[in-house]
Nanobody, 123 residues
């Protein structure tokens, strides 16, 4: 499956942004059968898990540092997963990647990755 992320940009501290990631159909496997997730990588840091949403359901998990501020959701009819981000701060500045997994866990073990979209939080 190919993933296309979008929605990044420059936002002021305290602001909001919504990222989208659209998946192409592949191998006869429907979008709803993929667990989906968002990761990010800040300059000089390792890529870290941000949020995940399980296949076939709306069960979600979050990294502690975004819990309560970020929300992941999916629209299976549109083959799209979203990341709504609120109360952004400078530590949220990173390249954000969406990913898809055929496995059970949505925290790790992803099979497919999008190209990333830059989010910069700055005044």
């Amino acid at each position: 499956v190919q993933l296309q992320a979008s929605g990044g940009g420059l936002v002021q501290p305290g602001g909001s942004l919504r990222l989208s990631c659209t998946a192409s159909a592949a191998s006869g496997r429907t979008f709803s059968t993929y667990g989906m997730g968002w990761f990010r990588q800040a300059p000089g840091k390792e890529r870290e898990f941000v949020a995940g949403i399980q296949r076939h359901s709306s069960i979600t998990i979050y990294a502690d540092n975004v819990k309560g501020r970020f929300a992941i959701s999916r629209d299976n009819a549109k083959n799209t997963v979203y990341l709504q981000m609120k109360t952004l701060n400078s530590e949220d500045t990173a390249i954000y990647y969406c990913a898809a997994t055929t496995g059970i866990s949505v925290r790790s073990g992803y099979d497919y990755w999008g190209q990333g979209t830059q989010v910069t939080v700055s005044s």
